[in-house]
């Protein structure tokens, strides 16, 4: 029987670390000679910790956090890790670990393996940092230690600086690092591209695996557990982007749909659209994908009207974008789309621009157009500093308002969904309840929703979508019905042999 991947997991290249720790020291020293402060000190950070469940012993599967993987790759937890940046020598700092640990969890390994592994000048154990630090510093008085501090503007979290013992020997710099940090990952090398092209690559056939098996009566966790299977059997994935949003008929109204409240358990209808958001990480780079279908595999004539809409808007963007566009403008040119598409349905009615005014398209689309996507989903540095977040209705939620650059990685998402939360007030609002034919919001009650997201990488003159999966309607009724994908030829032809006929 022929393999359902023609995947397989990708070497990982050590060298996109030692690329990434450049960047940032390139970045830094540049920052510090504008700034007239001297070239020495040291960029220090902590890897993350294992967690146990509560008050158990059952240890969480460990992912590392993401500034520290941008710079060391380590996968392993109680690591920290040094840059010296007069010399550029980096310095990885290991636990050292107790002797039963060789029995319980394996082989402890010598640390000349972390430095060939990780690719960097020196290893020392944790118990060790202080006395190394001091011992590599070329400066005069108290080493520096430029410390990771600063405002995740998703989460609204902030990153947890570096502790050890021994940190009253040191000075301490908690302002310059994270917006010079952040800002690198904005713009991906190529070698990041590659390992979030693999992401994409492994989730595009894994959305398309999960189309081809739908079916009427089978519960929304199926459709999860067979993209979790098909991204860790042949993708090499054990860790996902994010949790799986699986949502199937009014349950695709719910935005983030899928957490431990609402976990993806309804049974599948005849009639329901499905919107399933789900994406594999791969050596901490990962993708970010939605794919919006019936379970039963054909459009109904509503169906497609609010699929196309989204579609519209979805590749509309992708052909507006390029270096210098403002992602603002880019969420604003998808709600108007949509608007155009309901209303040329005759869901809504009267202008257009004014709607566009009274901010409708929040109503359909409340959520951003889209994020930075790389180590992190919403990967960090939207807003830059200084920028302030727009107030208004929908633009309120964007993740960055930024102008795109070449070798940003951002995702486009438009949706258009049936939320009576929003639906009922904007109904009773004077200032928009004559853009709305109630008896066809009425028929659209319980519909749910629709969202297109694919992975997009900004070029010099437009944009290259990192995602494969069937977009158009034919494309999706033929892969359904069994066709290969990419089409065939003949596949191509039976489909429009069929659209004909309508």
């Given at each position: 029987?022929?393999?359902?991947?023609?995947?397989?997991?990708?070497?990982?290249?050590?060298?996109?670390?030692?690329?990434?720790?450049?960047?940032?020291?390139?970045?830094?020293?540049?920052?510090?000679?504008?700034?007239?402060?001297?070239?020495?000190?040291?960029v220090f950070l902590q890897g993350g910790e294992e967690q146990t469940r509560h008050d158990t012993d059952h240890i969480e599967l460990f992912r590392q956090e993401s500034y520290f993987a941008y710079l060391f790759?380590?996968?392993?937890?109680?690591?920290y890790g040094a840059i010296d940046i007069a010399s550029g020598k980096s310095i990885l700092c290991a636990p050292r670990l107790p002797a039963d640990y060789a029995v319980w969890l394996g082989e402890i390994k010598?640390?000349?393996?972390?430095?060939?592994?990780?690719?960097?000048?020196?290893?020392?154990?944790?118990?060790?940092?202080?006395?190394?630090?001091?011992?590599?510093?070329?400066?005069?008085?108290?080493?520096?230690?430029?410390?990771?501090?600063?405002?995740?503007?998703?989460?609204?979290?902030?990153?947890?600086?570096?502790?050890?013992?021994?940190?009253?020997?040191?000075?301490?710099?908690?302002?310059?690092?994270?917006?010079?940090?952040?800002?690198?990952?904005?713009?991906?090398?190529?070698?990041?591209?590659?390992?979030?092209?693999?992401?994409?690559?492994?989730?595009?056939?894994?959305?398309?695996?999960?189309?081809?098996?739908?079916?009427?009566?089978?519960?929304?966790?199926?459709?999860?557990?067979?993209?979790?299977?098909?991204?860790?059997?042949?993708?090499?994935?054990?860790?996902?982007?994010?949790?799986?949003?699986?949502?199937?008929?009014?349950?695709?109204?719910?935005?983030?749909?899928?957490?431990?409240?609402?976990?993806?358990?309804?049974?599948?209808?005849?009639?329901?659209?499905?919107?399933?958001?789900?994406?594999?990480?791969?050596?901490?780079?990962?993708?970010?994908?939605?794919?919006?279908?019936?379970?039963?595999?054909?459009?109904?004539?509503?169906?497609?009207?609010?699929?196309?809409?989204?579609?519209?808007?979805?590749?509309?963007?992708?052909?507006?974008?390029?270096?210098?566009?403002?992602?603002?403008?880019?969420?604003?040119?998808?709600?108007?789309?949509?608007?155009?598409?309901?209303?040329?349905?005759?869901?809504?009615?009267?202008?257009?621009?004014?709607?566009?005014?009274?901010?409708?398209?929040?109503?359909?689309?409340?959520?951003?157009?889209?994020?930075?996507?790389?180590?992190?989903?919403?990967?960090?540095?939207?807003?830059?500093?200084?920028?302030?977040?727009?107030?208004?209705?929908?633009?309120?939620?964007?993740?960055?308002?930024?102008?795109?650059?070449?070798?940003?990685?951002?995702?486009?998402?438009?949706?258009?969904?049936?939320?009576?939360?929003?639906?009922?007030?904007?109904?009773?609002?004077?200032?928009?309840?004559?853009?709305?034919?109630?008896?066809?919001?009425?028929?659209?009650?319980?519909?749910?929703?629709?969202?297109?997201?694919?992975?997009?990488?900004?070029?010099?003159?437009?944009?290259?979508?990192?995602?494969?999966?069937?977009?158009?309607?034919?494309?999706?009724?033929?892969?359904?019905?069994?066709?290969?994908?990419?089409?065939?030829?003949?596949?191509?032809?039976?489909?429009?042999?069929?659209?004909?006929?309508?």
């Open positions: 029987m022929a393999s359902p991947s023609h995947l397989s997991p990708p070497p990982v290249p050590m060298e996109l670390h030692v690329t990434n720790r450049q960047k940032l020291l390139n970045s830094l020293r540049h920052h510090l000679s504008h700034s007239s402060r001297p070239l020495h000190g040291f790759g380590v996968a392993e937890p109680g690591f010598p640390l000349v393996h972390f430095k060939e592994r990780y690719k960097v000048d020196l290893v020392y154990y944790t118990d060790e940092i202080s006395k190394v630090l001091q011992d590599e510093y070329q400066g005069s008085g108290k080493p520096l230690l430029f410390l990771l501090y600063g405002l995740n503007t998703d989460s609204n979290n902030f990153s947890k600086p570096a502790e050890f013992q021994g940190m009253d020997k040191f000075e301490t710099d908690l302002t310059t690092l994270h917006p010079i940090l952040t800002e690198c990952r904005v713009i991906k090398s190529d070698l990041e591209l590659g390992l979030i092209q693999f992401a994409n690559d492994i989730s595009s056939e894994a959305h398309v695996e999960v189309m081809r098996k739908i079916r009427v009566g089978m519960k929304e966790y199926q459709l999860e557990s067979m993209f979790l299977h098909h991204t860790y059997m042949y993708g090499g994935c054990r860790h996902c982007s994010y949790t799986c949003i699986c949502a199937t008929g009014g349950n695709s109204a719910v935005l983030h749909y899928g957490h431990a409240a609402a976990p993806n358990d309804r049974t599948l209808d005849d009639g329901d659209m499905a919107l399933l958001d789900m994406g594999a990480e791969y050596h901490f780079y990962g993708s970010d994908i939605t794919c919006s279908f019936p379970v039963n595999g054909k459009f109904t004539s509503d169906q497609s009207l609010i699929y196309s809409a989204v579609l519209n808007a979805h590749d509309a963007v992708i052909s507006a974008m390029k270096p210098g566009v403002t992602w603002i403008d880019m969420h604003k040119l998808s709600e108007k789309i949509v608007l155009e598409s309901l209303q040329r349905g005759d869901i809504l009615v009267g202008n257009v621009d004014d709607m566009m005014v009274e901010r409708l398209g929040a109503v359909f689309m409340p959520h951003g157009l889209g994020h930075f996507l790389g180590l992190d989903t919403h990967d960090p540095g939207g807003y830059s500093k200084g920028m302030e977040r727009p107030k208004e209705p929908g633009l309120k939620s964007l993740r960055t308002i930024r102008e795109l650059q070449e070798g940003m990685v951002i995702t486009v998402e438009p949706g258009c969904y049936f939320i009576d939360a929003l639906l009922v007030p904007a109904m009773e609002n004077s200032k928009t309840a004559r853009f709305f034919n109630r008896e066809a919001i009425i028929r659209f009650k319980g519909f749910g929703g629709i969202r297109i997201e694919s992975d997009l990488h900004v070029t010099a003159n437009g944009c290259r979508n990192m995602t494969n999966v069937p977009r158009k309607i034919p494309e999706i009724e033929a892969v359904m019905a069994g066709a290969p994908w990419p089409l065939d030829k003949a596949s191509v032809h039976s489909q429009n042999d069929e659209a004909s006929k309508f």
